[in-house]
């Protein structure tokens, strides 16, 4: 099994920027893929980004292109989503999730997830 926990949400002004963490357990970190959600009351999770398990191949949603970076320390077994000139709209509950067969933007294909770590952005 692999367990994930996040950090690093908070409440954070329009055009600033957040550090999210995602500590991985149980398994070896570095043969799963990574990737991050995002899900507000009443929406759908929707996918952010998404790196390979040698994070050699990343993936973004465009309504994060150029403001957000993944990136991931096998060694440290965390994986990190960067996010710079926050939105309103960027508003939601961020996941983190584990997927040993490919990357996907679509939810079922992961395997494992995190419990959450709000981000709120104030205009």
């Known amino acids: 099994q692999v367990q994930l926990v996040e950090s690093g949400g908070g409440l954070v002004q329009a055009g600033g920027s957040l550090r999210l963490s995602c500590a991985a357990s149980?398994?070896?970190?570095?043969?799963?893929?990574m990737g991050w959600f995002r899900q507000d009351p009443g929406k759908d999770r929707e996918f952010v980004a998404a790196?390979?398990?040698?994070?050699?191949?990343?993936y973004y949603a465009d309504s994060v292109k150029d403001r957000f970076t993944i990136s991931r320390d096998n060694a440290k077994n965390t994986v990190y989503l960067q996010m710079n000139s926050l939105k309103p709209e960027d508003t939601a509950v961020y996941y983190c999730?584990?997927?040993?067969?490919?990357?996907?933007?679509?939810?079922?294909?992961?395997?494992?997830w995190g419990q959450g770590t709000q981000v709120t952005v104030s205009s």
């Open positions: 790196i390979s398990w040698i994070g050699s191949t990343t």
């Open positions: 999730a584990a997927n040993f067969r490919s990357l996907s933007k679509v939810v079922a294909a992961w395997d494992y």
């Open positions: 149980g398994r070896t970190f570095s043969n799963y893929h």
